[in-house]
């Protein structure tokens, strides 16, 4: 199976800031890297697919990098709305993983 | 509008069964893969099982293997996971997705609300 592990696992932050949040995979998946975002109570819902294409609807201050085994997550200028948990997510093969998450909160 | 909505949750006993359903809407149903994927309270998300399209091809994750079974009805746009001998560690919000696709990557879109199973005696 393919280990997902995301750092940091918590981070307070300001609004207006640039928050980074990096994912790494325990073998090679290309781009089948995916990140979602889940509020408390809520169902999550993905940002960003394939790496670094951005989901419909979602704001252009999220972006995603990356290939390989390393990826990372980009929030620029943190809007209130974006305090939340994130996770990615590989679909190179199943069992489909998850990285273990990022909440990240008010500072 | 897209739409997944499960049921069936519920509390039951260590080695019971369970059956989750899920409904789709706004979409052409049998035109994708879908999945099961849990959260145990206060934990992370863990992906469980899914089915391809016409229902040939079914995958899980071990911990469920033998134990769970992921089905679906085409025609009444319906996916079901039945869950048998469970135990405490299977407790947790169950949420159906679509898993939408390009090219050959495969992401998880949109998600049901979820449905909480709680196994406990």
């Known amino acids: 199976d393919i280990q997902m592990t995301q750092s940091p696992s918590s981070l307070s932050a300001s609004v207006g800031d640039r928050v980074t949040i990096t994912c790494r995979a325990s073998q090679r998946i290309s781009n089948f890297l995916n990140w979602y975002q889940q509020k408390p109570g809520k169902a999550p819902r993905v940002l960003i697919y394939?790496?670094?294409s951005l989901q419909s609807g979602v704001p252009s201050r999220f972006s995603g990098s990356g290939s390989g085994t390393d990826f990372a997550l980009s929030i620029s200028g943190l809007q209130p709305e974006d305090f939340a948990t994130y996770y990615c997510?590989?679909?190179?093969?199943?069992?489909?993983?998850f990285g273990p998450g990022t909440k990240v909160d008010i500072k | 509008e897209v739409q997944l909505v499960e049921s069936g949750g519920g509390l039951v006993q260590p080695g019971g069964s369970l059956r989750l359903s899920c409904t789709a809407s706004?979409?052409?149903?049998?035109?994708?893969?879908m999945s099961w994927v849990r959260q145990a309270p206060g934990k992370g998300l863990e992906w469980v099982a899914d089915?391809?399209?016409?229902?040939?091809?079914?995958y899980y994750v071990d911990s469920v293997k033998g134990r769970f079974t992921i089905s679906r009805d085409n025609a009444k746009n319906s996916l079901d996971l039945q869950m048998n001998s469970l135990r405490a560690e299977d407790t947790a919000v169950y949420h159906c997705?679509?898993?939408?696709?390009?090219?050959?990557?495969?992401?998880?879109?949109?998600w049901g609300q979820g449905t909480l199973v709680t196994v406990s005696s």
């Open positions: 706004g979409f052409t149903f049998r035109n994708y893969w």
């Open positions: 997705a679509r898993e939408s696709y390009s090219n050959w990557n495969r992401w998880f879109d949109p």
């Open positions: 394939a790496a670094s």
């Open positions: 089915i391809k399209q016409d229902g040939s091809e079914k």
């Open positions: 997510q590989q679909s190179y093969s199943t069992p489909f993983t």
